[in-house]
């Protein structure tokens, strides 16, 4: 029955191999000559599935079905298989996505005290080098950033309350055009620290209508509020775009 058959393409084809224990799929090579009886051998050490009850369909790249093969005494070659497609395994007797259910696999958990006893963990590292929260603080240089700190908050606080709500602007943010507008905002925010200004842009080159998160700190036009840090924003007689000073 096997002189019925021949290769009618290539010698080898590289097809995609899933099966019920690995939807993915696996990439093989497998030679044209080779008949349905000894390719469901190899795929029984690819798939977990036994030779006995496995069921072989060949799919496009799709997953569309093409032809099943059926006659273990046929050649690979002798049904319509080009490279890229799937061959794709069944078994009943296997469960799907038995192998990849991690829930099930017993996991092992070491203690804190074993743990903290282990010289090769990435805790025992990091002590070594002393890095992380292991990191020696310089008292003298964290009082330095801490003043610091403050100094740019009493700034920032003094800036703030000088700004009058109303008042014209320009904000110049780095990588962004000047843009102009008025003053809607100043204080603090929910959704970052510090002092921040609400502007109402003069024309649509904002992120928000005023509000962030859920909270609305002013109303103006969707597309033509922002928030900005202090330091960008310039209070002045600026006009409107596209006006002169003669314009006003």
Same mark, same amino acid.
Request: proline share 4%; hydrophobic share 30%.
């Given at each position: 029955? &096997?002189?019925?058959? +021949?290769?009618?393409?290539?010698?080898?084809?590289?097809? %995609? !191999? =899933?099966? *019920?224990?690995?939807?993915? @799929?696996?990439?093989?090579?497998?030679?044209?000559?080779?008949?349905?009886?000894?390719?469901?051998?190899?795929?029984?050490?690819?798939?977990?599935?036994?030779?006995?009850?496995?069921?072989?369909?060949?799919?496009?790249?799709?997953?569309?079905?093409?032809?099943?093969?059926?006659?273990?005494? &046929?050649?690979?070659? +002798?049904?319509?298989?080009?490279?890229?497609?799937?061959? %794709? !395994? =069944?078994? *009943?007797?296997?469960?799907? @996505?038995?192998?990849?259910?991690?829930?099930?696999?017993?996991?092992?958990?070491?203690?804190?005290?074993?743990?903290?006893?282990?010289?090769?963990?990435?805790?025992?590292?990091?002590?070594?080098?002393?890095?992380?929260?292991?990191?020696?603080?310089?008292?003298?240089?964290?009082?330095?950033?801490?003043?610091?700190?403050?100094?740019?908050?009493?700034?920032?606080?003094?800036?703030?309350?000088?700004?009058?709500?109303?008042?014209?602007?320009?904000?110049?943010?780095?990588?962004?055009?000047?843009?102009?507008?008025?003053?809607?905002?100043?204080?603090?925010?929910?959704?970052?620290?510090?002092?921040?200004?609400?502007?109402?842009?003069?024309?649509?080159?904002?992120?928000?209508?005023?509000?962030?998160?859920?909270?609305?700190?002013?109303?103006?036009?969707?597309?033509?509020?922002?928030?900005?840090?202090?330091?960008?924003?310039?209070?002045?007689?600026?006009?409107?775009?596209?006006?002169?000073?003669?314009?006003?």
């Amino acid at each position: 029955m &096997a002189s019925e058959y +021949s290769v009618v393409t290539g010698s080898v084809v590289s097809v %995609n !191999v =899933t099966s *019920p224990n690995n939807k993915f @799929g696996v990439e093989r090579r497998y030679p044209k000559e080779i008949c349905i009886a000894e390719l469901k051998g190899k795929l029984e050490l690819v798939t977990g599935c036994t030779t006995v009850n496995m069921k072989l369909e060949v799919q496009d790249k799709d997953g569309r079905p093409v032809c099943k093969l059926d006659n273990n005494d &046929a050649m690979l070659g +002798s049904y319509p298989v080009d490279d890229g497609m799937i061959i %794709n !395994v =069944t078994d *009943p007797t296997v469960t799907c @996505g038995e192998f990849e259910d991690v829930s099930k696999v017993e996991k092992y958990e070491m203690n804190e005290d074993e743990y903290a006893k282990r010289s090769d963990s990435l805790r025992a590292y990091k002590m070594r080098n002393k890095l992380g929260e292991f990191q020696e603080v310089d008292e003298e240089k964290a009082e330095k950033l801490r003043l610091k700190k403050e100094e740019k908050e009493r700034e920032e606080k003094d800036a703030a309350e000088s700004m009058v709500v109303g008042s014209r602007c320009q904000v110049a943010v780095t990588g962004q055009p000047t843009k102009r507008g008025m003053v809607q905002f100043v204080g603090k925010t929910d959704f970052k620290p510090g002092y921040w200004v609400g502007v109402q842009y003069d024309e649509p080159l904002g992120k928000n209508n005023g509000s962030v998160g859920g909270r609305q700190y002013f109303e103006c036009p969707d597309k033509y509020g922002a928030f900005v840090k202090i330091g960008s924003v310039e209070i002045g007689n600026f006009p409107e775009e596209g006006l002169s000073d003669d314009e006003m």
